[in-house]
Nanobody
Framework: VQLQASGGGLVQAGDSLKLSCVVS????????LGWFRQTPGKGRVFVAS????????SYADPVKGRFTISRINAKSAVYLLIRNLKPEDTAVYHC????????????????????WGQGTKLTVSS
């Protein structure tokens, strides 16, 4: 199983950016997906999640209104659109897959996810 995140880099505050995560080795439509972010010396923090069909989403309070999670099952891909980037968005962003056909987006807890990717690094300069 592989979850390959991409799209990070060095960007300016106020810009927008779309992260991508392509998943292989699983039946993608049987999984909810999540994005977490991690800063040096700290654990992974939940950002957003989406259910298997895309009909249900969940966001962490600090990112509501700026982050949008989406998925395209035909491409086995999940995306994270980040608008109005802020320096505090600087982190390594990881995608994760949770086996579930629920109408609800996967929860915020790391233990709910079966597979993880390596992450893509995003740096936002002020």
């Amino acid at each position: 199983v592989q979850l390959q995140a991409s799209g990070g880099g060095l960007v300016q505050a106020g810009d927008s950016l779309k992260l991508s995560c392509v998943v292989s080795g699983i039946s993608f439509s049987n999984y909810g997906l999540g994005w977490f972010r991690q800063t040096p010396g700290k654990g992974r923090v939940f950002v957003a999640s989406i259910n298997w069909s895309g009909s249900g989403t969940s966001y962490a309070d600090p990112v509501k209104g700026r982050f949008t999670i989406s998925r395209i099952n035909a491409k086995s891909a999940v995306y994270l659109l980040i608008r109005n980037l802020k320096p505090e968005d600087t982190a390594v962003y990881h995608c994760a897959a949770a086996y579930s056909r629920s109408s609800y987006a996967p929860p915020e807890t790391e233990a709910s996810y079966n597979y993880w990717g390596q992450g893509t690094k995003l740096t936002v300069s002020s």
